[in-house]
């Protein structure tokens, strides 16, 4: 399994904006499809965003589409979650993941290495 530390949640107003990042330690991650996922209290988790082992295919679900940016930084070994525009109903525990397929899954059950996740507060 793919070791994967996340990082830059917190809290924030609406409106505002926040970097999430998911950086790999052992392993490059430009090889693996990655996802994020958010989890709120009481619901299921949910992909985000996940983006394709060559960067070509991304996925957005629907309600953060215009408002995050999904990308890679290869020579950081890095994928980062760019949200602006922020809501309350944004709030939540934020995974990555990382799948050996180097697809674009939004199942959870397709990555086999997770982050311990960061948590994103929307709040005035």
């Known amino acids: 399994q793919v070791h994967l530390v996340e990082s830059g949640g917190g809290l924030v107003q609406p409106g505002g904006s926040l970097k999430l990042s998911c950086v790999s330690s052992?392993?490059?991650?430009?090889?693996?499809?990655v996802g994020w996922f958010r989890q709120a209290p009481g619901k299921e988790r949910e992909a985000v965003s996940c983006i394709g082992r060559t960067g070509t295919y991304t996925y957005y679900t629907d309600s953060v589409k215009g408002r995050f940016t999904i990308s890679r930084d290869k020579s950081k070994n890095t994928v980062y979650l760019q949200m602006n525009n922020l809501k309350p109903e944004d709030t939540a525990v934020y995974y990555c993941?990382?799948?050996?397929?180097?697809?674009?899954?939004?199942?959870?059950?397709?990555?086999?290495?997770w982050g311990q996740g960061t948590q994103v507060t929307v709040s005035s």
């Open positions: 052992g392993y490059t991650l430009e090889h693996y499809g």
């Open positions: 993941a990382a799948n050996a397929a180097g697809n674009v899954f939004i199942a959870p059950h397709k990555y086999e290495s």
